[in-house]
């Protein structure tokens, strides 16, 4: 049954694509972030639904005038230049064969990005956007934080099986990054129920990535809570929210979740740690052997034998800054970087001036919430990850 209803919500949404195709971008997003497929048990779990959708954008894109140019702002220019880079890296890396499905996952990925910025224009595009992306993973934060509630928090929370946010860090990781969206579309509503609903979707979030016993998620939920007090007009009226919602869900984590936790501290005796530092060094040394980088996988033996103070303990970077120097060499960091401080200074403009029009308000408040998300990108190539594309 749940097969079924799946593929007939997507059939009719890649028929609407041909006429409207802003929606094939939503239906591709939602597919794409949340893996509904992966929670049914025939047919649809391993179908390519993601691609059915890309493809009838794709069409759609073709027949509709409803597009514009990409290159609107800084940003684009950087991203486009970082594909163009990572191409390079790939192809002039240490095993471009073996590297080629990892290369054209993400090329996948970036493509459909810049479709989305040709066929979303509009305040409509926009909202739709937001209220997918981060609709799509709070429904899973929801369950995941009533599931640690319900059991005491002793049980890990995973993500979608077979997704790429199906390992408990990265599941983590992108309920952390929700948070502030989640906070931008509460200040949009204006029924008191409505808000009061997204306050406990927030908080049923952060549960859900503390139950991940992520120790990068109890980080990275801290420096989200310190962003969102400085972003907020009532300091102290934040401060006091945050420290009634934080305190009593810190105190029902178990003894095991506070023992994992208190490892932070003592980081030099925990492998996956020093997993973690051993890949940092051998990013860096690294990049200076390898001007255009290894390709898509910088966690290589024969690397970490080179570069690393510990060569036994290979590990992925978990950091995105270490990550992309190590496939894609200094050019690649620069650039990515790039990515980022345009988008922060682009988020800057809309806080300091549409925030000054009653009517473009909305904007301000966007600029001020999104880089909440970008200040917490930590893996290799994009968020969006089609499970099946």
């Keep these: 049954m749940r097969d079924i209803l799946l593929i007939a919500i997507v059939m009719a949404g890649c028929l609407a694509t041909l006429r409207w195709p802003w929606v094939g971008i939503m239906l591709w997003t939602w597919l794409s972030i949340m893996n509904p497929h992966r929670y049914t048990y025939g047919l649809a779990y391993s179908a390519p639904l993601a691609a059915i959708a890309a493809g009838c954008v794709m069409l759609g894109l073709l027949m509709t005038r409803q597009r514009q140019s990409p290159f609107k702002a800084n940003p684009v220019t950087w991203f486009v230049l970082f594909m163009v880079w990572m191409t390079l890296s790939w192809l002039a890396g240490i095993d471009p064969e073996g590297d080629y499905e990892q290369w054209k996952k993400v090329m996948k990925i970036d493509v459909m990005i810049v479709v989305a910025l040709i066929l979303l224009h509009s305040k409509q595009h926009i909202f739709a956007l937001m209220w997918v992306c981060a609709g799509s993973l709070a429904l899973l934060g929801i369950k ?69 016993q992520s120790r990068g998620a109890l980080l990275a939920i801290s420096g989200m809570l310190v962003f969102l007090w400085w972003n907020g007009k009532n300091k102290l009226g934040m401060g006091l929210l945050i420290a009634l919602a934080a305190i009593p869900l810190l105190m029902f984590m178990p003894d095991s979740w506070t023992d994992r936790m208190s490892t932070i501290g003592t980081y030099e005796a925990d492998r996956s740690a020093l997993g973690r530092i051993s890949a940092w060094w051998s990013a860096w040394n690294s990049a200076f052997h390898y001007p255009f980088g290894v390709g898509f996988n910088s966690a290589r033996p024969e690397l970490f034998a080179l570069y690393s103070p510990y060569p036994d303990f290979v590990h992925a970077a978990h950091s995105i800054y270490f990550q992309v120097l190590g496939n894609h060499g200094f050019v690649g960091l620069a650039l990515f970087l790039g990515i980022f401080v345009t988008t922060w200074r682009s988020a800057g403009w809309l806080r300091k001036y549409k925030s000054l029009v009653p009517e473009a308000r909305w904007c301000g408040d966007l600029g001020r919430h999104v880089p909440g998300r970008i200040g917490r990108l930590r893996r290799g190539g994009a968020f969006l990850e089609p499970g099946v594309l």
């Design 144 to 212: 995941g934080g009533i599931f640690t509630l319900t059991s005491g928090g002793a049980f890990r929370v995973w993500g979608p099986p077979g997704s790429f946010i199906e390992d408990n860090n990265e599941f983590a990781l992108a309920l952390v990054m929700t948070i502030p969206l989640l906070r931008f579309l509460q200040l949009q509503l204006t029924a008191a129920w409505a808000r009061h609903a997204m306050t406990g979707a927030m908080l049923l979030c952060a549960a859900s990535a503390l139950g991940s």
